[in-house]
């Protein structure tokens, strides 16, 4: 466990992990106070990227305490002096984030492009995969790990699709206003979303860099993802009626 990883956090990682955490709740504050300006009616979009936010900021918390973590030994030593050891930190609970809070980011992203439920279903379903794959990768301690890395990559690749394609026509389809707004939250999206494989490569996957700098690249990553996305989905439905939507 972390109390025994030897390559593990330090407090440097831990306070900018407090300061995420700190920022994912001020954003689910913002969030349901920008809410109470509309009917209830016109909500779903503020719940469900508050909803996003508030999982987060608890995530944050969790690993800022250096608790939703694991030690994981990997069968390769690494000579650099930042990721040598015997025992590498992995926060696990990262991925229970991202299977609660992925699903939502799609139904923001999804409900925004008026596709129907059968679509956005399977599309979740193909997004749990690539988390928990992403998952059984990082504690899966030989080189196996990089097999689950590849059906991660490979549902990744299928969602994106969705987005940049499916979903794009759909939106088209609605009317400009709509179309504008799909596409900075779809785009956004499908370009964040590729960098996640990376930091992984590089940090559960690889053990190349360490993780205080994983802390880093992770937390960038999902202040992007979460908050900043969340700030543009909000923005752009501030003229878009949800009936036009069917929802
Ligand atoms: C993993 C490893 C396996 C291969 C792939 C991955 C992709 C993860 C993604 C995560 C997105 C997270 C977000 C979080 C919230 O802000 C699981 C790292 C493809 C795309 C957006």
Do not use: Q
Request: glycine letters at 10%.
């Amino acid at each position: 466990n972390g109390a025994t990883a030897d390559i593990a956090i330090t407090s440097h990682g831990s306070d900018w992990y407090w300061t995420v955490c700190a920022l994912m709740t001020v954003s689910s504050i913002a969030f349901i106070g920008l809410s109470f300006g509309k009917p209830r009616t016109h909500r779903l979009f503020h719940y469900i990227t508050a909803a996003i936010t508030m999982v987060a900021a608890i995530a944050y918390f969790t690993m800022g305490s250096d608790l939703g973590e694991t030690g994981i030994r990997p069968e390769f030593i690494r000579t650099n002096p930042k990721v040598s050891g015997t025992l590498r930190e992995i926060f696990y609970v990262r991925y229970i984030d991202w299977v609660i809070t992925t699903p939502l980011l799609l139904m923001d992203i999804l409900l925004t492009a008026g596709l129907p439920w059968p679509t956005i279903l399977y599309t979740v379903l193909i997004d749990e995969i690539m988390i928990i794959t992403g998952l059984t990768g990082a504690l899966v301690t030989s080189s196996y790990k990089w097999g689950y890395f590849v059906f991660g990559c490979l549902a990744l690749f299928w969602v994106v699709w969705t987005l940049v394609w499916t979903g794009r026509k759909h939106a088209a389809a609605i009317g400009s206003d709509v179309s504008k707004t799909y596409i900075i939250v779809g785009t956004w999206t499908a370009f964040l979303w590729f960098l996640y494989p990376i930091a992984w490569g590089l940090s559960e996957g690889g053990n190349i860099i360490s993780p205080d700098s994983e802390a880093v690249f992770y937390g960038i990553l999902d202040i992007m993802a979460k908050p900043v996305f969340g700030a543009l989905l909000i923005w752009g439905h501030r003229g878009i009626e949800p009936g036009r939507l069917g929802i």
